[in-house]
């Protein structure tokens, strides 16, 4: 949701996948989350673990926005699909500045969860609010869990996310500021 780069059909730990293995014989269970998460039990134990090449596809991203002002922030080089970093391509080479982009994304992603990111994506999302987000994987999880690794789609977090969208039309939006006015 704040990383063109991540890519969450890739994420997926149930317990199906975790037994498939790879051409070598290897499972996912030697990675580092699953090894801590059963060493320590922990609900919420997350790694940052990265293709060493590139991915599969970008995402879509909605406008950050600026609780403060009422404003959109503007995208940077990173940030914006249409800058010379992803033309022509379905997902770049990964540089140090990607990988530093996905570590900054885990960070406002981290912010959004406890509701207090000053420059949020999630505003202005199809989900509009933090509690629609984790509507939504729960409302996707059962899927999940049983190793569908297609449960959203690259523009799943777009805010024109149509299907999306619809399930929580009646959440109220932020009002934009446009050109020093109130939208």
């Known amino acids: 949701m704040n990383c063109l780069n991540f890519d969450m059909n890739e994420c997926n730990f149930s317990d199906k996948i975790m037994a498939i293995k790879d051409r070598n ?25 990265f ?16 609780r403060a002002t009422g404003s959109i922030e503007p995208e940077t080089e990173l940030t914006d699909p249409q800058s010379k970093i992803y033309a022509n391509q379905a997902s770049p080479a990964y540089t140090k500045e990607i990988f ?10 981290l912010l959004d969860l406890i509701d ?16 629609n987000v984790r509507t939504d994987i729960l409302n996707n999880l059962q899927k999940y869990e049983t190793g569908n690794v297609n449960v959203v789609g690259a523009n799943h977090f777009a805010p024109s996310n149509t299907k999306v ?4 039309a009646n959440t109220p939006g ?8 109130a939208g």
């Open 100 to 109: 530093e982009d996905c570590g900054r994304a885990v960070g406002a992603a």
């Open 25 to 49: 014989g290897q499972s996912r269970e030697g990675s580092s989350r699953v090894a801590l998460a059963k060493a320590t039990g922990l609900t919420y134990c997350y790694t940052l673990e």
């Open 51 to 66: 293709n060493y090449h590139s991915g599969r596809r970008i995402n879509t991203l909605a406008p950050k926005y600026h």
């Open 174 to 181: 932020p009002r934009i500021k446009l050109n020093g006015s």
């Open 116 to 131: 207090d990111n000053p420059v949020s994506r999630i505003p202005l999302s199809c989900y509009r609010t933090v509690n």
């Open 165 to 168: 969208a619809k399930a929580f």
